[in-house]
């Protein structure tokens, strides 16, 4: 077998192709025909998936940059901002607004306490889950790997 349908690339290419034309080897021809008809094919499907992935990449990136993802609380409807960290690590960002219209929080203001003091709303958390469950949120891999405690 030829060694150049084993690993086709562009420096075996451009070396055929000099051979090609210096003519120095009159074997080489059906060879370096054959070797470029399998690199031809080859790298096309090379671009296909280097588009795929740059796809994906570009997919990544913005969830990294931006990292935050608005969840609507499906109990009160108010939207907050939520950046997942980890498996058990979620930043969840309450706006004034927000933590005023939540009907949790509105209920412990009623009855006296103080909303500050609660981690957040628990129909929220759930809606939480679900956006994660449901694949809106993803995970910022910059986070230490879990299981460290
Ligand atoms: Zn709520």
Redesign the pocket.
């Known amino acids: 077998m030829d060694p150049r349908e084993e690993a086709p690339d562009v420096d075996r290419l451009a070396r055929a192709m000099l051979l090609l034309h210096g003519g120095h080897d009159d074997d080489e021809h059906s060879h370096d025909s054959s070797a470029g008809s399998t690199l031809k094919a080859r790298s096309f499907g090379g671009e296909r998936s280097a588009a795929l992935r740059e796809a994906t990449q570009r997919d990544r990136d913005r969830y990294l940059r931006s990292g935050l993802v608005s969840v609507d609380?499906r109990?009160?409807h108010?939207a907050v901002e939520v950046k997942k960290l980890g498996p058990a690590h979620t930043s969840v960002q309450w706006s004034t607004e927000a933590t005023r219209r939540?009907?949790?929080?509105a209920e412990i203001r009623d009855s006296g306490g103080d909303p500050a003091r609660e981690k957040g709303?628990p129909?929220?958390a759930d809606s939480i889950k679900h956006a994660v469950a449901e694949g809106c949120l993803e995970e910022i891999s910059s986070a230490p790997s879990p299981g460290d405690g």
């Open positions: 609380c109990f009160c108010v939540c009907a949790y929080f709303c129909r929220l």
